[in-house]
């Protein structure tokens, strides 16, 4: 049993608390998105030293902001776009791109179904690379979303390594839900189009 007083509380109560003067509030909220907020940073800018410095300066951030905060509003959205803000700004900082792992990566799809990016990719028409060793096809697939444009990049592993819904992006980037879709479409396309194109290349 947690001897945290405010574990029961919900991310929107713990915000408001904060916002109010409750200090305590904020390391409820440290331990209560360690894990998961800290994962998506590691993953997000390939950088487990890097990502520990955001991580904290999202927190950083979050406090300079509470007056901001709204009641009613979601809180991981809010959360996770500070943490991302926080990403770019860093990496602009040391003058890197993002990176990406495809392993486990899933998206919701219109029906609300979990789906694997292989999977996505391979339902598009017969896979052109059936044949071809399964860590090549990681390689390439990262390789394809590393050059994408961070505008794609970002909705790319938003919503394809960290399983975030369409609505929860859209309100972390601050763009119209049919944007992000939009962009997912065009980034699918992208990577389609290479599996297409090493799908030419004769087997070994």
């Known amino acids: 049993m947690s001897n945290d007083p405010l574990a029961r509380r919900t991310d929107e109560e713990l915000l408001l608390l904060l916002r109010e003067g409750y200090k305590e509030a904020m ?5 209560r998105y360690q894990r998961e ?15 520990e410095d955001i991580f904290q300066l ?3 951030a979050l406090y300079a902001k509470i007056n901001q ?3 009613g509003r979601p809180a991981r959205p809010w959360i996770y776009a500070i943490a991302t803000n926080q990403a770019i700004d860093a990496m602009r900082r040391v003058g890197r791109r993002a990176t990406v792992s495809i392993e486990s990566a899933e998206v919701e799809n219109q029906e609300g179904e979990r789906r694997g990016l292989g999977e996505l990719l391979e339902s598009k028409e017969t896979n052109p690379l059936e044949h071809a060793d399964l860590s090549e096809l990681r390689t390439l697939v990262r390789a394809t979303v590393d050059r994408l444009p961070e505008f794609l990049r970002v909705v790319v592993i938003l919503a394809y390594y960290q399983g975030l819904k369409y609505q929860d992006i859209a309100d972390i980037l601050d763009i119209p839900l049919g944007t992000v ?8 396309a992208k990577l389609h189009e290479s599996w297409s194109l090493v799908g030419s290349v004769p087997e070994l």
Request: net charge positive.
């Open 27 to 31: 390391g409820t909220l440290v331990r």
């Open 37 to 51: 907020l800290f994962g998506y940073l590691r993953r997000y800018v390939n950088d487990e030293h890097l990502a």
């Open 58 to 60: 999202t927190f950083v």
């Open 69 to 71: 905060y709204e009641k």
């Open 181 to 188: 879709k939009s962009r997912l479409h065009t980034a699918l």
